[in-house]
């Protein structure tokens, strides 16, 4: 699971991209991430999984991670293949959802590429050309279904709903924000169109404003325009982020205390993506090592035993499962047995999040 960062130049995409590959997780130990410059591996914050490694001391934590792409370069008239338009978003085209990146700070020594800061008008250039890349693939799909539906006319519902997107899309609106019903949600999501990707939007403040961001306006006319397609904000201070994600763990904790705040941008950023793609963590914990565990919401037991081990998934037997409050509130594992709480599931348990697993299974 990858998420893009785009936005415009010099509104701070580089300097977001150093500050998590700066906090970058040990990539070695997630065999599945790229291995590429412009792809960043980063830990997904986990209270829970710090205090089970405070609790069990294993030799290893190990975190879950997802993956942000730097995609830089993206510029007015990319959809028409100006500058590198094309393999940029192809670029975008590979990742699963969106960061844009949005520049809510004034200084006369970063140049604007339009001359003046203007979080509106900024996200309408990048929602152009994404939408308007999208219109080409909708066009394309539109003349298929239209073929189909000589030989088989089920394909004119296909026919209209693409047209009636397109027509859409040409006013300037995004895929994401067009209303119809499941079922043709569906059909829609079959195309892979950028502007249907689920998107988050990065404010890029300066420390001051990032101190205040509530009162700064910038940030406000981000906030508009995300409400309206039901996306989130997040503040960030890219600068920032960057030297707070060179400091380690206490040194970080000291640091944002002095600032007055409780967690920096990027994590809250890196957090919000992980529920963005719809993933969940469980957790394993001993003291060997504590571990999170990445899985879809709505995954049963015995695949997420298969994220361990194709072995776990294929011998399965059963789940044993505690809630990692009810750990915490009891006080250690057997505390949490002895009420109860450790449950036994079977291959129909649908998991949680944060819950504390030990597999049974067959080798
Ligand atoms: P990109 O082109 O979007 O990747 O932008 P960069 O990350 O290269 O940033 C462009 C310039 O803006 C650099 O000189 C950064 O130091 C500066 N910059 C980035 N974030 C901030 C910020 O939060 N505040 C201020 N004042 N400058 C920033």
């Keep these: 699971m990858k998420l893009g960062i785009v936005g415009?130049?010099?509104?701070?995409k580089s300097t977001l991209f150093n500050a998590i590959t700066n906090a970058g997780a040990e990539s070695a130990n997630y065999p599945f991430c790229t291995i590429d410059p412009n792809v960043g591996v980063v830990a997904v914050p986990d209270a829970r999984l710090d205090w089970l490694s405070d609790f069990y001391k294993p030799k290893k934590t190990t975190p879950a991670v997802i993956e942000f792409v730097d995609i830089a370069g993206l510029v007015k008239g990319a959809s028409r293949g100006e500058g590198l338009g094309n393999k940029f978003l192809a670029n975008i085209r590979?990742?699963?959802a969106i960061v844009h990146v949005v520049r809510c700070f004034d200084d006369e020594n970063v140049i604007h590429v339009e001359g003046s800061t203007d979080p509106v008008r900024d996200i309408g250039i990048i929602d152009i050309e994404l939408i308007m890349a999208d219109v080409e693939m909708v066009e394309r799909r539109i003349d298929k279904a239209q073929k189909a539906a000589k030989s088989d006319k089920k394909f004119l519902h296909e026919v209209e709903l693409f047209t009636a997107l397109r027509d859409?899309?040409?006013?300037?609106?995004?895929?994401?924000?067009?209303?119809?019903?499941?079922?043709?949600?569906?059909?829609?999501?079959?195309s892979e169109l950028l502007s249907l990707k689920p998107i988050i939007y990065a404010a890029?403040?300066?420390?001051?404003?990032?101190?205040?961001?509530?009162n700064v306006s910038y940030y406000k006319q981000v906030e508009e325009i995300a409400a309206k397609e039901g996306a989130q904000v997040i503040p960030v201070c890219a600068k920032l982020e960057a030297e707070i994600a060179e400091l380690d763990g206490e040194e970080k904790a000291?640091?944002?205390?002095?600032?007055?705040?409780?967690?920096?941008?990027?994590?809250?950023?890196?957090?919000a993506s992980y529920t963005l793609l719809g993933l969940i963590s469980f957790l394993t914990a001993g003291e060997d090592e504590c571990r999170a565990w990445t899985i879809t919401n709505g995954t049963k037991a015995p695949q997420a035993a298969g994220k361990i081990h194709t072995d776990f998934?294929?011998?399965?037997?059963?789940?044993?499962?505690?809630?990692?409050?009810?750990?915490k509130a009891n006080g250690s594992m057997n505390a949490a047995k002895e009420k109860g709480l450790v449950r036994s599931e079977g291959k129909e348990y649908v998991m949680h999040d944060g819950d504390?697993?030990?597999?049974?299974?067959n080798v």
């Design 204 to 214: 890029n403040l300066d420390e001051d404003g990032f101190a205040d961001y509530q």
């Design 356 to 361: 504390i697993v030990l597999f049974r299974f």
């Design 254 to 271: 000291m640091f944002l205390e002095d600032m007055g705040i409780q967690e920096s941008g990027l994590d809250r950023l890196i957090k």
């Design 313 to 327: 998934e294929r011998g399965f037997i059963r789940a044993e499962v505690v809630a990692f409050e009810d750990l």
């Design 8 to 12: 415009l130049p010099n509104v701070g």
């Design 168 to 190: 859409w899309m040409n006013d300037g609106n995004s895929a994401r924000s067009f209303q119809c019903d499941e079922e043709d949600r569906a059909i829609i999501a079959t």
């Design 94 to 96: 590979e990742t699963n």
